[in-house]
């Protein structure tokens, strides 16, 4: 039996290769993901244990040594220089290095535009030559040398190709204060030991240069960076160092700092991680549909093979293990090849998150035990799951069936396959209509509560209502296929109804087949439908809450100096400038000895223009805010049980501390944040200025047109913001939203490019089946152009039942999912225009699919074909 399997897998590997496609895309993309991830994760640690020393001296309320480089979350208490002395003197420090740390620095490139990290951090600081826990140094030079005078900078590569700046150019940069726009030397090129950037700019000054643009020139420093002497452990510096040190400061180990840095980044790499993961087992699900129509028509195909090999004394049991085996062959090759294929998806999405800022160093993207294993086992599990229910139905393929002519086995019935399918889907439709119906808080067993999120249980009902479709598709789709077998015989007469014939000749084949092209489209236009509501409700938001003339903020929404706003006040026309800032701070009482407790929040910082250009839903009290008092939002009361004149405890990384009474309450809003304070209490924590936004307010009778233009001037020399009416705001907001929605279109694609392999493999095995038809076919005058034209019907036939079925789900669930969300989604959009355009491609799918099937029936020689048996 063996040699049997082996000599029938090598008698036909066009089949076998076709057959593989499916699982090896599958495959390929789980590996690729994994090799990304661990890429990912290997660049981050890379980072981070290649930039940490052995301690760190930062103040006690500082989350983690890149604190400053967060919006709102400088301003941390700064050291004097005798305290750094102090610390050297101790037997137990080798070094002791200032640290000079900033925010809100910005490079702009030759032609004078804003380098964009796009969204990375810019991490500025002073090149002290510490080295890191491994004794190595901390930055990596490759060109040039370090700065030493005051105006002297280092940049990373990809910000100095990015700018267009050679060693020894002048760089421009925009200063967080004082003289905004400076000319500074680019005397080399640096990178973190041993990981890149990871997408951050890194702009390394000479601690003068820092001290300039961060501390107004005077010698304070943002933190210390601790060398040991030689044999003393790193609780041991610690501990020495903590008893030199000023109130409001702490010494911290190495390790510690790599395990908050880790613990900072860790949320980040996991949303990445699982967002990718999602799409590899979408492709894998839709790959296991293609496996499993691909063996049922392979073994309906064998039917009398099998059954010789029964009557040849061959057991059941031993002819399901031969077409398990085959299977198993199938997998260990797709899986291989897979492998190999993820390796370079992998440098593949590096490439694509490379141009969206996130750097991944190509020396981490390699193939590891682990994910060669995970890959194996399923590629193989996938494959032979797919094959168990054909190879028993192979099995039970009974003897006699040799001496038939007719060696098709009986169509089975599926009463209760649609039975149970149905039970599931009406479950699925269920649970993904529990949020509009009433979500129960169900407990279980042990102190488990059931989840009440409802963007969970529509998750969860899509899930088993597209699974379900795709088991009953034979039974879905059959009046679908009957009304397009309809439609193709009235358009193309004789060759029309022959192909809607043969699409109906195995709704279960057809449905099969489909159904993977259904999963891929049911997911395009789900999150189609959603992209478009989210779209729909900017506009209703900015339509209901934009009420300043113009808004003024950075493309990168990170802060931009005070003196922009200064300037805007003094053009004309310009009535009215409020400003807003973003702060970082502990909400309640500090947890000293477990840091992990303590819940940072971001603070939205406020002038007294606010209620004078925003309506805001107050609840209770007063939606003015003076120095000393503060407005929550309904939702962070109710989580801090706050009421109307209670006093909240703010701890700031500065040190101080605020204790604002609650002043108003009010509804959640666009315009604030769930805390909201004045600017002049953040001042007076010692949080540095710096603006967030400004809303703009014109005179009486000004153009805006004009006002408009001559603030655009005003900042031609300073492109950190850009000025926005209305319309422009939202465009804005919706370009952020479309470039996701293209990013998951372009995952999703491979699902749509598996379920095209799925109909031409089916189409093609189909071919084969139906050779002695087709010989009596074109024997009694069916021309080759007519054949073609058949099967290409035939194939759009399948495609457009799989995207009637998909977008009807998508749609759907996308309603049910935007319902659900309907907080945050406040109008449902349905882009029936882009509907229209999936359902095209569709049918450019099929006929795509069906070129290579078409061709091979059209070539066939008739009395070959009419002889074959």
Known sequence: MLRLTLRNLAAHKVRLIMSTLAIVLG?????????????LDR??????NGSTPDGQVRPVNSASSAEASRPGGGGGAMLEPETIEKLRTLPEVARADGVVRGAGLYVLDTDDKLVSSSGAPTLAFNHTGTPNLLGEPSLELTRGSWPTGEKELVLDEATAEKAGYRVGDAVTLIAPQGETRRKVTLTGIAAFNGGGTAGAQLLVFSTAGAQSLFTEGKDLYSAVSLTAAPGVSQKELVKAANTVLPEGFEAVTGD???????????????????????????????????????????IAQRSRQLALLRALGASRRQVTVSVLFEALVMALVAATL??????????????????????????????????????????????????????????????????????????????????????????????????????PEISLP?????????????????????????????????????????????????????????AMRDPRRTGATASAL?????????????????NASISDVVEEQFKPDLIVQSPTFTPFPTSIGDEMEKVEGVATVSRSQIAQAVVGKVDLKNPKKNEVEFLFGVDDHLPQIYDLDVLEGSDEVKPGQVLVTDEAATKHKWRLGDRIDLTFVSGRQLHPQISGIIARSQVTGDITVRIEDLVSAKVPREDASLSILLARGADPAVVHDRLDKLIEDRPVVAVQDKDEFAESIKGQVN???????????????????????????????????????????????????????ESVTIAVLGAVLGLALGVLFGVLLRDALRDDLTSLSVPIDQLAVFLAIAVAVGVLAALLPAIRAGRQDVLKAIASE
């Open 27 to 39: 495959v390929a993309f789980l590996a690729g993901v994994l090799t990304f991830s661990h890429g």
């Open 43 to 48: 660049t981050f640690s890379n980072i981070i």
């Open 256 to 298: 510690k700092l790599v395990a908050e840095s880790e613990d900072a980044i860790g949320s980040f790499l996991d949303v990445i991680s699982v967002f990718l993961i999602v799409f590899a087992v979408i492709a894998v699900i839709v790959g296991a549909f293609i496996i499993v129509n691909t063996f049922s028509i392979l």
């Open 338 to 439: 897979g492998i190999l294929a993820g390796w370079g998806l992998a440098h593949g999405l590096a490439a694509v998150f490379r141009q969206a800022g996130l750097e991944i160093a190509a020396d981490v993207l390699v193939l590891t035990p682990r994910t060669i294993a995970t890959s194996y086992a399923v590629g193989v599990f996938v494959t032979l799951a797919a094959a168990l229910l054909p190879s028993r139905r192979a099995a039970r393929v009974p003897p006699v069936a040799a001496m038939r002519e007719d060696t098709q086995p009986p169509a089975r019935s599926t009463v209760l396959r649609t039975s149970v399918g149905i039970v599931l889907l009406a479950l699925g439709l269920l649970l993904a209509a529990m949020p509009r119906i009433g979500i």
């Open 446 to 502: 042990g102190g488990f509560d059931i989840p009440t999120s409802p963007a969970l249980w529509v998750g969860v009902g899509a899930g088993i209502s597209i699974l379900s479709v795709a088991w009953i598709s034979a039974f879905l789709g059959r009046p679908v296929l009957a009304a397009l077998a309809t439609v193709s015989g009235a358009l193309f007469g004789m060759t029309g109804r022959l192909a809607g014939q043969n």
């Open 518 to 534: 259904m999963i891929g489209l049911a997911l395009v236009s789900l999150i189609g439908v959603l992209a478009a509501s989210m």
């Open 739 to 793: 470039q996701l929605l293209y990013m998951i279109y372009g995952l999703l694609a491979l699902a749509i490019v598996i379920a095209v392999i799925g109909i031409v493999n089916t189409l093609g095995l189909s071919v084969i089946e139906r050779t002695r038809e087709i010989g009596l076919l074109r024997a009694i005058g069916l021309a080759r152009g007519q054949l073609r034209r058949m099967i290409t019907l």
